[in-house]
C-alpha cells in the first residue's frame, strides 16, 4: 500500500463516521476526528489533542485499526504510570514543530546531564528509574507512524503479564519505538530519543529516521535503530551520543517469509561514544551490518566509538550488496584507534574512508579482521567541533548533547569530503507529505556527520 493510499484510507475511515468525526485541516493546524475533551488518556483513544494541552497517560492506550490519534504541534503527553504504552493498530501521528515540540515524557523523572553522572551509568534513572514506561507498539496492522518534532523520553520498562503484541514476550523489556508491520511506513524526523534499556527503535517496515539526536540509549545493550526482518529504510543526518552498542543496525534475522530482506542506508551521520555499556565483548559502536542485511553507509563520522563500521562474518552480512566509504573515523586510545576495522569481523578496507588504511598489515585485505596496531591515529584526524572537547579519553562516557556543540568549525577538515553521487534507496509508497509522511528527505551531502555547513542537517 503507498502512503497515497493510507492517506486516503484514513480520509475514507474519518469520513465514513459520525459527523463530528469528518476531517477537517485549518489553514495552521490538521485535525482529524472529534478534539479529545479529557485530559486523561486510557483505553481506545482517537481525534485530535490540541495544542498547547497536557495529556496524562495513565494507562495502556490503544488506537484502534480504522482510527487515528494526533498530537497537534505544543503537545505534552506526560506518562503518569509506568505499565503504560500507547498500541497502534490505526494510525498515531504527533506534528509538532520547531517553534513548538511535541514531548512525550515523565515528568517524575529527572534528566542527569553531567560529566560526573555518565562515568556510572548505574545511578542515572535514563536507564534504572522504577517509572521508565512501555513506549510507542505499532501493531502487524498498523499503516503509519509519524513523529515530527517530538521529544520521546525514558521508555524501557518491562513488560508484566500481558504484552500488547503477540511479537513481544511476556517481562521483555519495552523498545520506545516498535513497528511490527514490514508494509507500514514509520517516520521519526527532528526527533528526540532520550534515555531507555535496550533498543530504542526496532522499525521492521518502511522507515525513514532523519535530523534527529539519540541520546543515552541502552543500559548495558541495545541499538538506537535495529531493524529486522522486513525493516527497509533510510538513517541520516542523525546525531548519537552514548549509544550503548550500536547507533544503527541492520540485521535480517527474523522468522518471517513474505517480509522483505533488511535493506538500510545510513548516511551523514554522527555516532559519538557509543558501545561502551555494552556488556558483551566485540559488539558495535556506530553502525553493523550483520545475518543477510545489506544497505549503503557513506560520509559518517565516528567519533571515540568503542568499534569502528562493522560487518559481521556468522552469520554474514549481504556482503555482496553492502556498499560504504567515505566515513571518518577518530580515536583518543589505542583501544579505540586498533577497532576502526573491528578484529574477527570482515569490515573491508576503503580507500575513500578516513583515515585512508593504509595502517592494516600488508595483505589485510585478504585477511579480515586481524589485530594490528595504529598507536599513530591516537588523536589525528580532529573533525573539530565547535564545543566538544577531543584528546581526552575521560570523556568517552558523555552520553548526552546538551551543552555540546557536534557542528563542524569552519576550518574542520571533514568539510566537503562527502560522496555525494549516489542515490539512497527510498522504501517503495514514502512520499513527502507535511503531516503523513517526511517532510522532506534530506539528501546526501558534501560535508560529513549530521550538520554540514549548508544547514540542511540536523537542526537540533
Known sequence: MTLLAIVAGITFFTACKKKNDATSISVKQTQIGAVLTSDTLCGAVKGTMVSGKTYLLTCPVIVDFGDTLLMQRGVTINVVNPAAYILVQGVFLSIGSKDSANWITVKSIAKQDNAGAANNPSTDPAFNSTNLWLGIQCDTCCPLCVMKWTHLEFVGGAFSTTAPMSADKSGSTAYAVYCTNPNGVFVFEDSWLYGGVDDGMRPNGKFIIQRSTFEKEGFIGGDCINPKQGGVGIASFNMFVGCATNGTKAS????????????????????????????????????????????????????????????????????????????????????????????????????????????????????????????????????????????????????????????????SPALGKGYTSWTPNLPAGIIADPVYGPTTITPPNKDLGCYPSDNSGNQH
Open 252 to 411: 535480517d534475522k527474523g522468522t518471517s517469509t513474505t517480509a522483505p530482506t533488511t535493506q538500510t542506508d545510513y548516511y551523514n551521520n554522527t555516532y559519538v561514544n557509543g558501545g561502551y555499556r555494552q556488556a558483551q565483548t566485540g559488539r558495535g559502536g556506530d553502525i553493523n551490518y550483520e545475518q543477510g542485511a545489506f544497505g549503503q553507509s557513506y560520509n559518517n563520522l565516528i567519533i571515540d566509538c568503542k568499534f569502528g563500521f562493522r560487518i559481521v562474518g556468522n552469520p554474514i552480512a549481504d556482503t555482496a550488496h553492502c556498499h560504504y566509504g567515505y566515513n571518518w573515523s577518530y580515536g583518543d586510545a589505542d583501544s579505540i584507534v586498533d577497532q576502526f576495522y573491528p578484529v574477527g569481523y570482515i569490515s573491508y578496507p576503503e580507500a575513500t574512508n578516513i583515515p585512508a588504511p593504509t595502517f592494516l598489515p600488508a595483505g589485510y585485505a585478504a585477511n579480515l579482521g586481524e589485530t594490528y596496531t595504529a598507536h599513530s591515529l591516537v588523536g589525528a584526524n580532529n573533525p573539530m567541533f565547535v564545543n566538544y572537547t577531543l584528546g581526552a579519553n575521560a570523556n568517552i562516557n558523555i552520553d548526552y548533547a546538551s551543552g555540546y556543540d557536534f557542528h563542524l568549525q569552519s576550518s
